[in-house]
């Protein structure tokens, strides 16, 4: 069964920065194209970036500069270190391995 299981969210002032985390189980950790997406109230799910197999790395335009994914294969665990937060950031974010498959979300909220 894949678990995916996300992590380090917060509240933290505009301009500053968050780690995330999310520890996956169930399946080849490796092997898999990883991504984040995140969904703001009252909005629908947003991509945010992604990460191959071999760390290839895309990201949308929204976070491109801000945003560094990651991960780590030995400890099965995504991350998206993130940077020079903006309130347009607040959402819940959440790690997937396919359309169907996230874990259950963490809060960001980005506020003074």
């Known amino acids: 069964e894949v678990q995916l299981v996300e992590s380090g969210g917060g509240l933290v002032q505009p301009g500053g920065s968050l780690r995330l985390s999310c520890a996956a189980s169930g399946f080849l950790f490796s092997s898999y194209p990883m991504s984040w997406v995140r969904q703001a109230p009252g909005k629908g799910l947003e991509w945010v970036s992604r990460?191959?197999?071999?760390?290839?790395?895309s990201y949308a335009d929204s976070v491109k500069g801000r945003f560094a994914i990651s991960r780590d294969s030995a400890k099965n665990t995504l991350y998206l270190q993130m940077n020079t937060l903006k309130p347009e950031d607040t959402a819940v974010y959440y790690c997937a391995k396919s359309d169907n498959e996230r874990g259950q979300g963490t809060q960001v909220t980005v506020s003074s």
């Open positions: 990460i191959s197999g071999g760390g290839v790395t």
